[in-house]
C-alpha cells in the first residue's frame, strides 16, 4: 500500500492506494452493481471519465427514450446521457460535481 497527498481547490488530501488484481476489481464492480439493480432494470453508466455537471431528474420520475439524464463534462465538453428506453428512474448514484470513471453506474431504472 502507497499513501500519496493529493491537492483538490487547495486543499491537501492524503490517500492510501493499494494495488488490486484485475479479477479482484471485476468482482467487486460487479457485485456492487448487481447489489443495487435486479435483472430487469437497466443500468445507466458513464461513458468516460469525468465531472457530473448536473443531475437533470429526480428519483421516481418517469422518462421516455432519448430525454436527457445528467450532463457529463468530459475533456472540456458536455456530453448528454440519455436514456436508453422508456422507464421510471428508480436510483441516482451521483450528485452534481462527482467525479465518475468511466462505466461508473449513475443511474438504474
Given at each position: ?16 492506494v ?75 448514484l ?16
Open positions: 500500500m502507497k499513501i500519496y497527498e493529493i491537492e483538490i481547490d487547495d486543499t491537501i488530501y492524503q490517500v492510501k493499494r494495488n488490486i488484481s484485475e479479477d479482484e476489481y471485476s468482482s467487486k464492480t460487479s457485485s456492487t452493481v448487481m447489489d443495487s439493480s435486479s435483472e430487469t432494470d437497466v443500468v445507466i453508466s458513464a461513458p468516460m471519465s469525468g465531472t457530473i455537471l448536473n443531475v437533470l431528474v429526480k428519483e421516481g420520475q418517469f422518462v421516455k427514450q432519448g430525454d436527457n439524464l445528467v450532463i457529463l463534462e468530459a475533456m472540456k465538453m458536455e456530453n448528454e446521457i440519455v436514456a436508453s428506453k422508456d422507464g421510471q428512474i428508480k436510483k441516482i451521483v450528485k452534481n460535481q462527482d467525479l465518475v470513471d468511466s462505466e461508473q453506474t449513475l443511474i438504474i431504472m
